[in-house]
């Protein structure tokens, strides 16, 4: 495949047979995308240092096992080829063969030779994952410690004085010090000269205010997360082109759909748009250039309209407000809310439902009517009871619908409430329900579910607008303080939320 910025070419090997014959690997670790990014706390009075590491040739110099080399093999050239380019006689291949005839005779000018790779080749299913290990090896050989790297799978950390993302050979450094930013550099600098890695210097970039990663662009003054400028560009003149002459294959509209997405990730919300678009980009015959649906055009145009929201603010406060909602269909909503500390807001935030975290309030007595039932995941024991959460909304649902699409309409009521004040503008907020399908649409920001659309498209809109980043919490029915007044029971004597 051709490198960008050149007449360069990349060699990827057709993994897929190997790959399914293959143990299955496991995801790598620690792996950074847009999505971990968002977990940043810049500085808002820009002293923020980036820097960036990005190896050369990374998969040429990763060795493989001896075991595992003879499987992932390149196309056959025959041995008088070999040898002559060799300049060796053809006896004296037989060092270099992981299986052949035991008697060199055999060999003939037209012998098949398949060579082999003695690294872990682009194309395998195990090689990102090969990869990803051995750059935080080299962290760790840096001494530099893997508990302040922020990614999609793992809790940030909480000082974030100096921070790192790994994506597979590329290191991002973000630090609060110059002296200290110096330093990391230098010694992940040796660390890559003591073990060999080949360094792009050309791509080095050395607490500066600003730098591009894993097709993000990310500034320190002001503190902005954003899409990569140019890929943009490519992306919005190819959705013009697309509305002037609607005509594509749904190969073509899969890769603009992937880009999009990418990008997406910075704002989930927008995520919602897209719908059609899918269901075009899975016809059968891929490689066909045909009409392409006035829906899925218009998908792309609204993108293109709300492209300007992608770049988002990572300097944003916490809210110190954490809000609970809850739907019954035997009443209606109810939205509870509770004024904690910001480093208690903090704590959950790190927390996420995909790990399986969920939250468990304070309880007097835990033989309660409300006790605690068996629950899978992690709980996050708070110091808070219901007692201290304040009943904001308690209203009758006005027309009997599906549990789910109730518990998406309280979260649109929670920020519809939220948007009542300026406080709340442009936060990171922490909002608990304790309904999964509900939880999992909003904190993807889309859901294939034709009940859920039009609500997460009202929701969409409210968290763009008001410039919020929302973390969504499970909290089971039993803990949550939303359940009471979404049934109509409201304690007057509950603490002020204010």
């Known amino acids: 495949m051709g490198k960008p910025g050149g007449d360069r070419l990349r060699p990827i090997l057709s993994g897929d047979k190997i790959s399914l014959g293959a143990t299955r690997p496991p995801k790598p670790r620690l792996l950074a995308n847009p999505a971990a990014f968002l977990d940043l706390e810049a500085p808002s009075d820009g002293q923020w240092f980036l820097s960036k590491r990005d190896a050369s040739s990374y998969f040429d110099v990763l060795r493989a096992p001896r075991e595992a080399q003879p499987w992932c093999c390149f196309p056959p050239v025959r041995a008088g080829k070999l040898a002559s380019e060799m300049r060796i006689p053809l006896f004296s291949l037989k060092p270099f063969l992981f299986h052949g005839p035991a008697d060199t005779d055999a060999i003939t000018v037209n012998t098949l030779f398949y060579p082999g790779s003695t690294s872990w080749p682009m194309g395998f299913a195990w090689s990102s994952a090969a990869a990803q290990d051995c750059t935080l090896g080299l962290l760790q050989a840096a001494d530099f ?79 902005t997360l954003g899409p990569e400028p140019n890929r943009l560009g490519r992306l919005l003149l190819a959705i013009r082109e697309l509305a002037c002459l609607p005509r594509a294959s749904p190969r073509c509209v899969w890769s603009m759909l992937g ?193 859920f659309r039009k609500t997460l498209l009202r929701i969409a809109a409210f968290t763009l607008s008001l410039s919020l980043l929302p973390r969504f919490l499970y909290i089971p029915s039993e803990d949550n303080p939303a359940d009471d007044p979404s049934r109509g029971v409201t304690d007057r004597s509950s603490a002020p939320w204010w």
């Not at 790297?149 to 940030?156: D, G, I, Q, R």
């Not at 607490?207 to 503190?223: N, T």
């Not at 704002?267 to 075009?280: M, N, Q, V």
């Open 145 to 223: 410690p893997l508990r302040q790297l922020v990614a999609e799978n793992t809790p940030a950390p909480t000082d974030q004085a100096r921070v790192a993302a790994v994506a597979t050979d590329d290191v991002m450094f973000f630090h609060k010090d110059r002296g200290v930013a110096e330093a990391d550099l230098r010694s992940y600098d040796q660390a890559l000269r003591d073990h060999g890695v080949p360094r792009a210097q050309h791509k080095d970039i050395s607490a500066c205010d600003r730098m591009v990663a894993i097709g993000c662009e990310i500034r320190a003054s002001p503190p």
């Open 259 to 451: 880009t999009a997405q990418w990008f997406v990730i910075l704002a989930r919300p927008i995520f919602s748009i897209f719908e059609h678009a899918y269901g075009f980009v899975r016809l059968e015959d891929q490689h066909t250039v045909v009409d392409v649906p006035r829906r899925v055009v218009a998908e792309f145009l609204h993108f293109a309209a709300l492209s300007p929201l992608l770049i988002t603010a990572l300097d944003r406060p916490f809210s110190h407000t954490i809000i609970a909602t809850d739907a019954a269909p035997e009443f209606g909503f109810g939205v509870s809310v509770c004024n904690a500390p910001i480093g208690l807001v903090r704590q959950l935030a790190r927390k996420s439902e995909k790990r399986g975290d969920y939250v468990r309030l304070h309880r007097a007595s835990p033989d309660g009517p409300d006790a605690e039932r068996p629950r899978i995941g992690t709980p996050v024991r708070l110091g808070i009871g219901k007692r201290h959460f304040h009943s904001v909304i308690s209203c009758r649902a006005r027309h009997f619908e599906h549990s789910g699409s109730l518990e998406l309409k309280a979260v649109l009521l929670a920020f519809r409430w939220l948007a009542r004040s300026s406080k709340f503008h442009s936060r990171r907020l922490v909002m608990l329900i304790d309904a999964k399908a509900a939880l999992c649409a909003c904190a993807k920001g889309r859901s294939g579910s034709p009940v």
